[in-house]
């Protein structure tokens, strides 16, 4: 028996009883640019969440609607992607924007749902390195290993938690 997950433009992807989605993860429906469509077939991801998609630099890790060749997938070349949700757009899809290049993202891929938002290292370990929006080391050093991670999208502080006096702000940047 066959699963079947509809994008807007009715494509029909078509996913094995076997290897439908569980709950926490989804299925590409459609890819435009940087921005991305996931269908669930369980709970829908919340508003500013991050989602992972699973990629591979050759063919053998492209998406299979064959079992067979699915199973056959090296964990060589992967690299993984991370969408964060925009918006909720009904029949059980989610639209996202991708953090990275989208090269090489098909319809039918399988995307993990990480029930937390995007989140990046805060702290001492952070000071004089290079990160992406994900958090990211891309200063070629060493992985950052801090113990305090902040979402990308929180509240402010409050204003009695401001400072309104003049002091030198440490970013370790150097001019």
Not at 7 to 30: A, C, L, M, W, Y
Request: net charge positive.
């Amino acid at each position: 028996m066959s699963k079947v997950a509809v994008s807007k433009d009715k494509t029909i992807i078509r996913r094995r009883k076997k290897n439908v989605v569980k709950s926490e993860s989804g299925i590409v429906t459609q890819v435009i640019g940087a921005v991305i469509d996931v269908y669930f077939e369980g709970e829908l991801p919340s508003i500013l969440h991050a989602l992972k998609l699973k990629i591979g630099d050759n063919e053998k890790n492209r998406p299979s609607l064959d079992e067979e060749k699915a199973e056959e997938r090296s964990e060589v070349g992967i690299r993984y992607i991370t969408l964060e949700v925009l918006q909720h757009i009904g029949e059980r899809v989610v639209r996202t924007i991708a953090m990275s290049s989208t090269d090489g993202v098909a319809r039918g891929m399988e995307v993990i749902n990480t029930k937390a938002p995007i989140s990046v290292p805060v702290g001492r370990a952070t000071l004089g390195r290079v990160l992406n929006v994900t958090g990211d080391p891309i200063d070629h050093g060493p992985s950052i290993n801090a113990r305090t991670y902040f979402p990308i999208h929180r509240d402010a502080p409050a204003f009695a938690e401001q400072s309104t006096k003049t002091e030198v702000l440490t970013t370790g940047i150097k001019v």
